[in-house]
């Protein structure tokens, strides 16, 4: 079980407690012997957590196999949100100039309104998220925890009434093409390196879609040529 400490820290105890009778049944006396069971407790948490993200990435994959890319976005969104309970996953796409883009795909919690009612569906990269943007272009992640919330992205964030949001490139071969965005709006919330990584395969499922579709539209082309 869970005690806090004096200190407010959350630990967990196992206890192992037996009890002396006499010959009537009466308790004499306990032996018990309590133990800190944190690290064993958040061991297992983490092995069962990692088992269940590999569950939400085998879902995914057999649920997108015979889909076309809408499809599979969607379905990689809203199996990925749901899993998080995070307030919204948006999937950008860059414009021509490759410094603003438009959200083109969205699952959203029932807590939190569309984007449709935010404002929040185009974006100035450099205006509205500079150090997204700036790891963006090293074709690197950006996961920023709440209250930390680098300035030149702060007015976006108070905008949209963003907490904490994690930012990931996709790329369609060898260039990027968008980015996918996790937000948080609801709860405060600090990004796990095993979350990152998780994201990160997400992230690569999406450019995998977008690849499929990509080549799929590249053979039709050809077909139709013939």
Partial sequence: YRVITKSGIAIWIRDATQVVRDQAGNMLYADCIITNNTQQKLAQEQFEDSLMKQDVISDILRQVHDSNMDEALGIILQRTGRYMNISRVLLFW???????????????????????????????????IPEVFDKLQKNSYLAIDSGKIPPG??????????????FFPINNGDHRCGFLSFAECDLSRQWQDSTIVFLESISKLVSTSIIRQKNSDAAYSYQQAM
């Fill in 94 to 128: 860059d414009r021509e100039d490759g410094e603003s883009g438009e959200a083109v795909y969205e699952w959203c919690n029932h807590t939190v309104s569309s984007i449709e009612d935010t404002g929040f569906r185009t974006l100035d990269y450099k205006k509205d």
């Fill in 153 to 166: 992205c702060r007015k976006m964030f108070e905008k949209n009434q963003i907490t904490a949001a994690a």
